[in-house]
């Protein structure tokens, strides 16, 4: 199989990335987007031999989208870098979308420990699943924070949305598009470091409110 690439959205994770990055398979590349970090999180992933993008517009989609397009593989994905994935499960998000089983795979969390996920994140996580599969022929359960699909057909789905509501606006334009979208379990680590989004209630007040914003803009 050619080089797959992994594109990393990063705000301040410099702890968590030597480990991270260490632990990538054989054939997998790393993209760190830095999204205006102040912990040296991009001298870090150099270091450790990380292609590092710098993306000062601040927002989760925007650091995805310059992911991708510093990316050249064929099949891309994008994960979280503050450890809570671990890259050994790579090769089973990719492995439906390299046979053609699916177009899109969205990793699904099953909790290593109580406090892997906390429970404000996964409340609001489970209210947003229900209602993109009302809308979707897709069955989400997790809107989780890994995902793999071929790269050109995915810029080319055109996601707008450059910040919290870039998961959200995916599924619904894959949907639209005909995409075979597939969950795959996933263990869900304990994160490394300190959380800044989905760990908060404010951060994940704000992820809640983008992606309310993109579902109700499909319905429009």
């Known amino acids: 199989m050619d080089r797959i690439d992994v594109v990393f959205p ?99 969390r099953r909790p290593a420990s109580p406090r892997a996920w906390p429970l404000v994140s996964r409340a609001a996580n489970g209210v947003l699943a229900r209602m993109l599969s009302a809308k979707t022929a897709a069955s989400i359960r997790d809107l989780g924070p890994v995902r793999a699909a071929r790269r050109a057909p995915l810029l080319a789905l055109g996601v707008e949305d450059r910040r919290s509501g870039y998961p959200v606006e995916l599924v619904l334009r894959a949907d639209r598009a005909g995409w075979r979208v597939r969950q795959v379990d996933v263990d869900y680590l304990p994160r490394i470091g300190r959380s800044k989004v989905t760990g908060t209630v404010g951060g994940a007040f704000t992820a809640v409110v983008d992606m309310r914003r993109r579902l109700a803009a499909s319905a429009r």
């Open 10 to 108: 990063c705000l301040d994770e410099a702890e968590a990335l030597p480990a991270l990055l260490a632990a990538l398979p054989p054939g997998y590349g790393a993209i760190v987007v830095d999204n205006g970090s102040t912990d040296g999180s991009a001298a870090v992933a150099l270091a450790a031999g990380a292609q590092v993008v710098s993306e000062p517009r601040r927002g989760y989609g925007a650091a995805v989208h310059a992911g991708l397009l510093a990316s050249t593989a064929d099949i891309v994905i994008v994960s979280d870098a503050d450890g809570t994935i671990s890259p050994a499960q790579f090769p089973a998000l990719v492995a439906p979308v390299a046979t053609g089983a699916a177009d899109l795979t969205i990793g699904r």
